[in-house]
Antibody
Framework: EVQLAESGGGLVQPGGSLRLSCAAS????????MNWVRQAPGKGLEWVSY????????YYADSVKGQFTISRDNAKNSLYLQMNSLRAEDTAVYYC????????????WGQGTMVTVSS | EIVLTQSPGTLSLSPGERATLSCRAS???????LAWYQQKPGQAPRLLIY???SRATGIPDRFSGSGSGTDFTLTISRLEPEDFAVYYC?????????FGPGTKVDIK
């Protein structure tokens, strides 16, 4: 079964750091571009970051550029998001999502991991 | 950056009725890069439509997408109880992915 499973969320103080992970299974992870998408409590979806299959290309939303870093380890079938200088407005559920180029869409999503930035 | 606007914000309908959801872009979007997602409370989004009009795997044919340029539509021909949810349109362009604010379809 094709699956994505996020981990690493939790409560962090403003200014702190957190590293999210996303474990992929059931498909050839190294063949797909991957993304992080977040959703603040009671709000809509916000794309955060994209990484190509071989890590040659990364994109970031303006709201996190210079603050977050996306990476991946194809040998470990894992996607990461390093989040630094966290602010209250970064509080959200963070989803990893597979980008399927043949459809130009996010076709597989994880269940999400909650990040709460609060003192 | 392309901004997506969805209307209405909330659509109150009864099971069996037809739902028409609108997604309007601030500038022209390639149909190839326009998708629709469904999200139920406490769940991750699910891909419904890609390429503006193609149904994703396993999506019932009561869901259909149409449109081009700046105006796109998601239609649910006859609402089933499981269709009451929030629907988002999404586009990709110029190294950016953007989502609309969503339309909530609730039970009248």
């Amino acid at each position: 079964e094709v699956q994505l499973a996020e981990s690493g969320g939790g409560l962090v103080q403003p200014g702190g750091s957190l590293r999210l992970s996303c474990a992929a299974s059931g498909f050839t992870f190294s063949s797909y571009s991957m993304n992080w998408v977040r959703q603040a409590p009671g709000k809509g979806l916000e794309w955060v970051s994209y990484i190509s299959s071989s890590s040659t290309t990364m994109y970031y939303a303006d709201s996190v550029k210079g603050q977050f870093t996306i990476s991946r380890d194809n040998a470990k079938n894992s996607l990461y998001l390093q989040m630094n200088s966290l602010r209250a407005e970064d509080t959200a559920v963070y989803y990893c999502a597979r980008w399927i180029a043949a459809q130009n869409a996010f076709d597989i999503w994880g269940q999400g991991t909650m990040v709460t930035v609060s003192s | 950056e392309i901004v997506l606007t969805q209307s209405p914000g909330t659509l109150s309908l009864s099971p069996g009725e037809r739902a028409t959801l609108s997604c309007r872009a601030s500038q022209s979007v390639s149909s190839s890069y326009l998708a629709w997602y469904q999200q139920k409370p406490g769940q991750a989004p699910r891909l419904l439509i890609y390429g503006a009009s193609s149904r994703a795997t396993g999506i019932p044919d009561r869901f259909s997408g149409s449109g081009s340029g700046t105006d796109f539509t998601l239609t649910i021909s006859r609402l089933e109880p499981e269709d009451f949810a929030v629907y988002y349109c999404q586009q990709y362009g110029s190294s950016r992915f953007t989502f609309g604010p969503g339309t909530k379809v609730d039970i009248k």
